[in-house]
Nanobody, 126 residues
Framework: QVQLVESGGGLVQAGGSLRLSCVAS????????MAWFRQAPGKEREFVSATSWSTGRTVYADSVKERFTISRNNAKNTVYLQMNNLKPDDTAVYYC???????????????????WGQGTQVTVSS
Protein backbone atom coordinates (compact mmCIF):
# COMPACT_ATOMS: atom_id res chain seq x y z
CA GLN A 1 0.00 0.00 0.00
CA VAL A 2 1.26 3.46 -0.91
CA GLN A 3 0.33 6.58 1.01
CA LEU A 4 0.74 10.05 -0.48
CA VAL A 5 0.74 13.21 1.62
CA GLU A 6 0.69 16.62 -0.04
CA SER A 7 1.73 19.92 1.51
CA GLY A 8 2.65 23.44 0.50
CA GLY A 9 -0.70 24.84 -0.53
CA GLY A 10 -1.98 28.18 0.63
CA LEU A 11 -3.21 31.62 -0.34
CA VAL A 12 -1.12 33.68 -2.73
CA GLN A 13 -1.64 36.76 -4.85
CA ALA A 14 -1.70 36.56 -8.61
CA GLY A 15 1.83 36.50 -9.98
CA GLY A 16 3.16 34.77 -6.88
CA SER A 17 4.71 31.35 -6.42
CA LEU A 18 4.16 28.21 -4.39
CA ARG A 19 5.92 24.88 -4.19
CA LEU A 20 3.86 21.80 -3.50
CA SER A 21 5.39 18.66 -2.07
CA CYS A 22 4.13 15.09 -2.03
CA VAL A 23 5.80 12.52 0.19
CA ALA A 24 5.18 8.88 -0.63
CA SER A 25 5.52 5.80 1.49
CA UNK A 26 6.93 2.66 -0.04
CA UNK A 27 10.42 1.42 -0.78
CA UNK A 28 10.00 1.49 -4.55
CA UNK A 29 9.03 5.15 -4.93
CA UNK A 30 11.82 5.61 -7.45
CA UNK A 31 9.94 3.32 -9.82
CA UNK A 32 6.63 5.14 -9.65
CA UNK A 33 5.33 7.45 -12.30
CA MET A 34 4.14 10.51 -10.40
CA ALA A 35 1.64 13.17 -11.33
CA TRP A 36 -0.24 16.20 -10.15
CA PHE A 37 -3.90 16.81 -10.83
CA ARG A 38 -6.19 19.59 -9.66
CA GLN A 39 -9.88 20.11 -9.11
CA ALA A 40 -11.60 23.47 -8.97
CA PRO A 41 -15.06 23.87 -7.41
CA GLY A 42 -17.75 22.54 -9.71
CA LYS A 43 -15.25 21.14 -12.20
CA GLU A 44 -13.79 17.75 -12.96
CA ARG A 45 -10.36 16.78 -11.75
CA GLU A 46 -7.85 17.70 -14.44
CA PHE A 47 -4.30 16.76 -15.30
CA VAL A 48 -1.53 19.22 -14.45
CA SER A 49 1.81 17.45 -14.85
CA ALA A 50 3.52 14.07 -14.68
CA THR A 51 6.96 12.54 -14.59
CA SER A 52 7.45 9.03 -15.93
CA TRP A 53 9.72 6.60 -14.14
CA SER A 54 10.36 4.39 -17.17
CA THR A 55 11.50 7.12 -19.56
CA GLY A 56 12.11 10.19 -17.42
CA ARG A 57 9.67 12.10 -19.61
CA THR A 58 7.83 15.04 -18.09
CA VAL A 59 4.59 16.42 -19.47
CA TYR A 60 2.42 19.40 -18.68
CA ALA A 61 -1.06 20.61 -19.36
CA ASP A 62 -1.04 23.49 -21.84
CA SER A 63 -2.51 25.79 -19.22
CA VAL A 64 0.54 25.47 -16.96
CA LYS A 65 3.41 25.12 -19.44
CA GLU A 66 6.25 27.56 -18.87
CA ARG A 67 4.89 28.34 -15.38
CA PHE A 68 4.93 25.02 -13.49
CA THR A 69 7.80 22.57 -13.06
CA ILE A 70 7.57 19.02 -11.77
CA SER A 71 10.56 17.36 -10.16
CA ARG A 72 11.33 14.49 -7.85
CA ASN A 73 13.85 13.47 -5.22
CA ASN A 74 13.84 9.69 -5.04
CA ALA A 75 16.11 9.68 -1.98
CA LYS A 76 13.39 11.61 -0.13
CA ASN A 77 10.43 9.81 -1.72
CA THR A 78 9.14 13.21 -2.73
CA VAL A 79 7.74 14.81 -5.85
CA TYR A 80 7.43 18.57 -6.15
CA LEU A 81 5.41 21.02 -8.18
CA GLN A 82 6.96 24.46 -8.45
CA MET A 83 4.25 26.92 -9.48
CA ASN A 84 5.26 30.36 -10.70
CA ASN A 85 3.28 33.29 -12.04
CA LEU A 86 0.13 31.93 -10.48
CA LYS A 87 -3.23 33.03 -11.82
CA PRO A 88 -6.70 33.03 -10.22
CA ASP A 89 -7.64 30.21 -12.62
CA ASP A 90 -5.04 28.04 -10.86
CA THR A 91 -7.20 28.03 -7.73
CA ALA A 92 -8.04 24.41 -6.95
CA VAL A 93 -7.32 21.48 -4.70
CA TYR A 94 -4.12 19.89 -5.96
CA TYR A 95 -3.73 16.14 -5.76
CA CYS A 96 -0.64 13.98 -6.00
CA UNK A 97 -1.03 10.65 -7.79
CA UNK A 98 1.18 7.60 -8.23
CA UNK A 99 1.31 4.89 -10.86
CA UNK A 100 3.09 2.00 -9.17
CA UNK A 101 3.79 0.36 -12.55
CA UNK A 102 5.99 3.27 -13.55
CA UNK A 103 4.45 3.41 -17.00
CA UNK A 104 4.95 6.04 -19.68
CA UNK A 105 1.54 5.67 -21.29
CA UNK A 106 -1.69 7.52 -20.56
CA UNK A 107 0.08 9.98 -18.30
CA UNK A 108 -2.78 12.45 -18.72
CA UNK A 109 -5.45 10.00 -17.61
CA UNK A 110 -6.74 9.77 -14.05
CA UNK A 111 -7.37 6.05 -14.51
CA UNK A 112 -3.65 5.47 -15.02
CA UNK A 113 -2.93 6.16 -11.34
CA UNK A 114 -3.62 3.72 -8.56
CA UNK A 115 -2.80 5.87 -5.53
CA TRP A 116 -3.96 9.36 -4.62
CA GLY A 117 -3.28 11.83 -1.87
CA GLN A 118 -5.88 13.82 0.05
CA GLY A 119 -5.10 17.08 -1.69
CA THR A 120 -3.85 20.52 -0.73
CA GLN A 121 -5.74 23.75 -1.37
CA VAL A 122 -4.21 26.44 -3.54
CA THR A 123 -6.01 29.78 -3.69
CA VAL A 124 -4.83 32.59 -5.94
CA SER A 125 -6.32 36.01 -5.34
CA SER A 126 -6.58 38.66 -8.02
Amino acid sequence: QVQLVESGGGLVQAGGSLRLSCVASGRTFGRYTMAWFRQAPGKEREFVSATSWSTGRTVYADSVKERFTISRNNAKNTVYLQMNNLKPDDTAVYYCAADSRGSDAFLYSRSNYDYWGQGTQVTVSS
